[in-house]
Each structure stands twice: as C-alpha cells, then as structure tokens.
C-alpha cells in the first residue's frame, strides 16, 4: 500500500481512562529514558540530533497490529514510536533482543532538573521540522509541527503531532476501545502504548508521532505516502548528561575506536554531556 489517509485526530474518546492517564504522567516525569541499539545508529543519532519513530506495524510484538488492523487494511494512517526503557538497570533481554553482537550500545539520556515540569514531554525539539522517508526516496519530506504551514511543504493541510507515554500492559482496554475511520479518529496514543502483559519486562516509554491535518473539514482528506519512519529533532537542552553504555561482548579495540570517532565530532555543547561506560554484566555473560 503506498497511500494512506490522513484525517483531523480529534479526543473522540479522551483519554480519561485511569491506566492511560496515569501513564502519560508517569512519562513525562521521566528522568531517564533508554535506548538499546547498535554504533551506527549512535553515530546517527549524535551526529543528525535526531531518533528514528519506526512505524507501529513494524514492531516486534504482532499484537500490537491487530490493535490498528482495520485502520491499516482501510489504508488509513498509522503512529509511528520511538522505544524507550525507562529504568536505569541494564536488562540482558533488551541487550540480546535490541543489540547487534559486539557492536550493541545503550544511550541513556538524564533529564536536567531544573527543567522540573513534563520534562520528557519535551524531549523533542518544537517546530522544527520533521523528516519522513520511505523506500527509493532520495531526500526526506519535510512536514512542520505547526497546525499551520512554515513555508513551503509538498503536504501543506498537514502536520506532525507528537506525544508521551508509558506503555500499557493491559489487553482489556486494547478491547475497550474500537477503531474508527481516520477522518473521525480518536488519538492515536490509546492503541500506540497498548502492549500484552507479556512484555512487560521491558518497562517500555514511547513517543508516538503521528499525521494530523490542520483546518479540516468534514468528508475533505488528504493523500501521503506510507512513510517507513520518521526521524524527529531532540531538544539536547532537556539533557544533563549521555550514557553510553558498550555491549557486554564489546572488545577493547572497538570500544576505544568509539571512544576516538566520537571525540572528533562535531557535536558541540553535546560532547560535553557525553559518559562512557562498561556494561555491568561486561565479562559475564557467553553470547553464543
């Protein structure tokens, strides 16, 4: 499928249900926030000062499609995620399920304090722009975060809406709450952070993107790729210090060729908040 239908998101069902609510707010006070994932997307994310949203369906728990299945079989719009673990302690599932072998990195990123309200609603700089790609497509298209348009955009009625929240393990409410067309939806974080209770090893945060249009009237749409991701700008400021932890199985050599290719960066006051670290199970533990 490569359309796919935007309409206006509006709370047709607000989010008054006590689990969501509760997890949106837990999110937002996050002080830390975890990504597991390999050097080259390290180097990307420093480099850019941007994290890639994968779309949902992509994800590796396939319930969690069956969620949006009669939005994504109508070519509707989908959200796309950002993953986060939002615990300090490493977690050896995580670092087999989302690390590549040797060359597995977690970034932690430690909220500033004296940023001391919805600190990690922020997390994403405002108004930037944000950059969709899909396959064969050479440049990105640009989409603003405005409900308004910032100069020129190849889709001027629509926008790129952003939110916070911890993921819910509660299949009943998946149940609870039914899909509706996309020019009448409802937001699209109530099926973006709902997970099996299976998973809950892995105390889940996510920042769901998502298309929305701006001025809409009833019955009009608009027609945009499928994107395969997004790639959304972080607001470093919100940041005291980076984490980056090597993989368990991370050699001398490649750790401190990390250490030297990111030291010759470019990355300004970033580099100041940059931590390296060894892996507490670092000599423990035999990946076979």
């Known amino acids: 499928m490569q359309e796919m239908i935007v309409g206006k998101r509006f709370y047709a069902y607000p989010?008054?249900?006590?689990?969501?609510?509760?997890?949106?707010?837990?999110?937002?006070?996050?002080?830390?926030?975890?990504?597991?994932?390999n050097v080259e997307a390290?180097?990307?994310i420093l480099s850019e000062k941007k994290l890639k949203a994968n779309r949902i369906d992509y994800m590796d728990d396939l319930q969690e499609k069956?969620?949006?299945?009669e939005a994504f079989d109508q070519n509707e719009t989908i959200p796309y995620v950002v993953c986060f673990d939002n615990t300090l302690a490493e977690n050896i599932a995580l670092w087999y399920m989302y690390t590549k072998n040797d060359t597995g990195i977690r970034i932690t990123f430690f909220a500033d304090k004296k940023y001391n309200r919805d600190i990690f609603k922020s997390l994403f700089v405002e108004g930037a722009d944000i950059e969709a790609y899909k396959q064969g497509q050479e440049k990105p298209v640009l989409f603003s975060q405005f409900r308004s348009t910032r100069g020129e955009y190849v889709y001027q009625k629509v926008y790129v809406n952003t939110k916070i929240s911890d993921v819910i393990y509660n299949e009943a409410i998946a149940n609870y709450y039914k899909p509706f067309?996309?020019?009448?939806?409802?937001d699209w974080l109530i099926y973006a952070v709902l997970k099996a209770k299976e998973w809950r090893f892995q105390h889940e945060t996510r920042v769901v993107a998502d298309f929305e249009l701006f001025d809409y009237v009833q019955g009009k749409i608009e027609n945009i790729?499928?994107?395969?991701?997004?790639?959304?700008?972080i607001w470093f400021d919100i940041i005291s210090k980076i984490e980056i932890v090597f993989s368990p199985w991370m050699g001398e050599e490649m750790k401190?060729?990390?250490r030297e290719h990111v030291q010759n960066m470019e990355l300004g006051e970033i580099k100041d908040k940059l931590i390296?670290?060894?892996?507490?199970?670092?000599?423990?533990?035999?990946?076979k």
């Open 15 to 37: 989010i008054t249900h006590n689990s969501i609510y509760s997890c949106v707010e837990k999110a937002k006070k996050r002080m830390s926030l975890s990504h597991y994932t």
């Open 42 to 44: 390290l180097l990307k």
């Open 66 to 69: 069956r969620f949006i299945q």
């Open 181 to 186: 067309p996309a020019s009448d939806i409802k």
């Open 225 to 233: 790729p499928r994107f395969e991701y997004l790639k959304l700008p």
């Open 256 to 258: 401190n060729m990390i």
């Open 276 to 287: 390296f670290k060894n892996s507490k199970f670092t000599g423990l533990i035999n990946r």
